[in-house]
């Protein structure tokens, strides 16, 4: 899609952005401003490159499977996923599968998806079960792994009892949110999140419920995918329309240990690379593209006098969450009903913070090809307190050469991730063609992404 062209006057770029303009914001709010919304530290990263290879190589890719993603905590699916015994999702990673199953004591269990007669991976797609029956000769287990038919038992004898059970790796959940992990010596989930539950306690996860789930398959490096999100000042070259409400270069970058960054982008603000666009339209823009506001519909809206574009949008969702929620919201910040505040939880967990349009990104390396990755996005709602929470909506899986647009409950942010996908394909490519044989990174605006490779480095060295 292009980008509707803008009757506004573009700045040249150079020495644009200001990253102590969320603190100013902050000091415009009428309600206390939460500790956490504050700079972080600075750490001192400095600037060094990466190397190229980073994004293709086989064997960088093979040494991310065997020192990495065996000892990190790795996000699988919400709750709501699987709400009931034997609901289940297989979670893939490189060449390791899991069962990820609720059992009948409402547990989730993970486990190796494989039979313990001859191998044979016992799921190949999740869905819901009775019980795990092997395709191969009929070796059932329960839903909580453990055995319940052995067919001619009297030829397994030497299957002891302790043998018989699935093998399981670790489960643990925060807000919602399902993780496992192979390592069993592993440090607790809460210790790996750091700061995020903190930060995320007055947002009500408890009560969040999956509005849509949409996967695609991308031709790059899951690493590749990830950083696409880990900035905003590409918003300029790669999603122009959005710069009349984003503030772009003025986001405020933060790093919180070696597992959680964050980046906050201010909305409603129009981007300093622009000049002449009014309030309304400012207001209009963003509640008609951003794609996660309470109503999407921008002309159906008009800026009181006196009132600025980002008071109006924060007003109109703090009234509308407060209605969907049945809480009281008269606290909440401007800047947590309705900025980009997004986590990072390494490796490959990226939440948008605030009282609402949560969006969930998650990229996962595609078995062992270095250069293609599966990618998630989710979206959360709420419930309200004492309602069942509803069951999530099946996964949207797109085709390949199918767009984010075609899947119409993204609603308007299918096309902005349509332009951020359409970089993607290009990057390996490019990579390769390097003469540099390095990735230059911006000093700050760039320093979740530093932070991602230092802590990745720290497994891959051991
Ligand atoms: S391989 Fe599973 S029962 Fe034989
Ligand atoms: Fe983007």
Redesign the pocket.
Known sequence: MNAPALPHTYLPPDNLGDPATFQRLLAEETVPVPDFLRPAPAPDFGDADLAVERYFSPDFHRQEMDKMWPRVWQFVARDEAIPNPGDHVVHDIGERSLIVMRGKDGQVRAFANS??????A?RTEGGHVKSLR??????TWDLAGCMKSL?CAWDFKHLGEERQDLPQVRVESWAGFIFINFDQDAAPLADWLGVVPAHCADYDLEHATTLLHVRKRIPCNWKLAQEAFFESFHVRATHPHIMTFTDDVDSQYDVFGPHIARCITPMSIASPNLEGVSQAEVMRDCIAASGRMADANGDAHRLPDGMTARQYVGEMNRAAYAEATGRDLSHATLAELQDAILYSVFPHFQIWAGYFGNIVYRAMPDGNNPESCIYDVMVLGRHKAGEAKPAAPAVHWLKDDEPFSAAPELGALGPVLDQDMRNLPHMTRGLKSSLTGVVTLASYQELRIRAHHRTLDTYLEG
């Not at 039979?115 to 044979?120: D, Q, V």
């Not at 092997?134 to 070796?139: D, N």
């Open positions: 039979c313990l007669h001859r191998g044979i016992l092997c395709p191969f000769h009929g070796f067919p």
